[in-house]
T-cell receptor
Framework: ETGVTQSPTHLIKTRGQQVTLRCSSQ?????VSWYQQALGQGPQFIFQ???????GRGNFPPRFSGLQFPNYSSELNVNALELDDSALYLC???????????????FGEGSRLTVL | KQEVTQIPAALSVPEGENLVLNCSFT??????LQWFRQDPGKGLTSLLL?????REQTSGRLNASLDKSSGRSTLYIAASQPGDSATYLC??????????FGAGTILRVKS
């Protein structure tokens, strides 16, 4: 059984660019959530995907968007990058049987984004 | 709006000591509470999950308790080891989809 995997592990972008981060969920899991963790802080919820649809979103602007694919993998896209977008982006997967996700979350190692 | 606070922000103890990490939350309408460990620059490792109907969970040297009425949880680590050094995060699952995290407690166990 494979765990949650994320790519790339590190990347550097400049302000105004766009970035795509990828996540493969743990085998058998059908729900993916994305979190942003700034240095020294706890992770902040960005959004969650269940059955290829967004079914919950945190306080992030529309330039943060995502996708979930039929194999339950997911992408996080961020447009018009700003300096404050520099953070560790974490993907988490879980197995749920309804849109209310109360199952245990399992996290990947994260993608470290630096915006210059 | 749910707010999660973890105390202390940092803790340094000698090896072998028992210790308690604290987590408090403002809204008792929760589904569950999860404790995580995070090593520097790494992802989160789930340690314990306590459902709202439960009072505690144990795994090896770790014991987590939950008191919804007072909005508190504690993580007890017995016989601490240098390998326990990490940041410990607690997270609340409210109705719906998101976890609300505290800022974490940075633990250092000295050999």
């Amino acid at each position: 059984e494979t765990g949650v995997t994320q790519s790339p592990t590190h990347l550097i972008k400049t302000r105004g660019q766009q970035v795509t981060l990828r996540c493969s969920s743990q085998s058998g899991h059908n729900t993916v959530s994305w979190y942003q963790q700034a240095l020294g802080q706890g992770p902040q919820f960005i959004f969650q995907y269940y059955r290829e649809e967004e079914n919950g979103r945190g306080n992030f602007p529309p330039r943060f968007s995502g996708l979930q694919f039929p194999n339950y993998s997911s992408e996080l896209n961020v447009n018009a990058l700003e300096l404050d977008d520099s953070a560790l982006y974490l993907c988490a997967s879980s197995l749920v049987r309804g849109p209310a996700n109360t199952g245990e979350l399992f996290f990947g190692e994260g993608s470290r984004l630096t915006v210059l | 709006k749910q707010e999660v606070t973890q105390i202390p922000a940092a803790l340094s103890v000698p090896e072998g000591e028992n210790l308690v990490l604290n987590c408090s939350f403002t809204d008792s309408a929760i589904y569950n509470l999860q404790w995580f460990r995070q090593d520097p620059g790494k992802g989160l490792t789930s340690l314990l999950l306590i459902q709202s109907s439960q009072r505690e969970q144990t795994s090896g040297r770790l014991n987590a308790s939950l008191d919804k009425s007072s909005g508190r949880s504690t993580l007890y680590i017995a016989a601490s080891q240098p390998g326990d050094s990490a940041t410990y995060l607690c997270a609340i699952r409210e109705y719906g989809n998101k976890l609300v995290f505290g800022a974490g407690t940075i633990l250092r166990v000295k050999s």
